[in-house]
């Protein structure tokens, strides 16, 4: 167990609608980030957040935003989707001082 | 924008084989990162490897950092089956988050 929890684990919605992804950090952790895993593109880097406040972007489309709570949870959500969206999405948190990440068991998006 | 190659792609041999995984990249990284990764699960991280040339040692599995900080690569000796999964190197030293290689599918079979 990694420390860092994601809800839910699996989710099943139709194209156009919007869905929200929700994560925990490891307890003490700042950073969070967001990657989407499919099957073609592999595990890609989409934000981070730290602290609550943005930190830096990788491959996020516009539809897709996100936020980090005072709390340290953070919500990925994603609107208008399309069946290209369905994948895995998974977060990971980071301790401060240190490079690795720890992953959540992530939240498996079907899109029909 | 920095890639990760990683191979073999996919991997099968048989319980009791040696095999060596590679990630390979053009650019430098500060870190990097292996993971396992089990269908349907998170990946879970086996190490970080940050020096130029640093080993380090996991029970049957010996990571190497390569002197340049540009490659990596995975040795599992006398395979089991429990060792089955998606390896995945991850590369740190960006603006962003870990650069991930694609992966290597190992299958050991009995």
């Known amino acids: 167990d990694s420390g860092v929890t994601q809800t839910p684990k699996h989710l099943i919605t139709a194209t156009g609608q919007r869905v929200t992804l929700r994560c925990s950090p490891r307890?003490?952790?700042?950073?969070v980030y967001w990657y989407q895993q499919s099957l073609d593109q592999g595990l890609q880097f989409l934000i981070q957040?730290?602290?609550?406040?943005?930190?830096a972007k990788g491959n996020i489309l516009e539809r897709f935003s996100a936020q980090q709570f005072p709390d340290l949870h953070s919500e990925l959500n994603l609107s208008s989707l399309e069946l290209g969206d369905s994948a895995l999405y998974f977060c990971?948190?980071?301790?401060?001082?240190?490079?690795?990440?720890?992953f959540g068991p992530g939240t498996r998006l079907l899109v029909l | 924008t920095q890639l990760l190659e990683q191979s073999p792609q996919f991997l099968s041999i048989q319980e009791g084989e040696n095999l060596t995984v590679y990630c390979n990249s053009s650019s430098v990284f500060s870190s990097l990162q292996w993971y396992r990764q089990e269908p349907g699960e998170g990946p879970v991280l086996l190490v970080t490897?940050?020096?130029?040339?640093e080993v380090k040692k996991l029970k049957r599995l010996t990571f190497q950092f390569g002197d340049a900080r540009k490659d990596s690569s995975l040795h599992i000796t006398a395979a089991q089956p429990g060792d089955t999964g998606l390896y995945l190197c991850a590369g740190a030293g960006g603006a962003d988050g870990l650069t991930f290689g694609k992966g290597t599918h190992l299958i050991i079979q009995p």
């Open positions: 307890s003490g952790d700042l950073s």
């Open positions: 957040y730290y602290n609550g406040e943005e930190r």
């Open positions: 490897v940050v020096t130029g040339g």
């Open positions: 990971a948190s980071r301790a401060g001082g240190s490079e690795t990440q720890y």
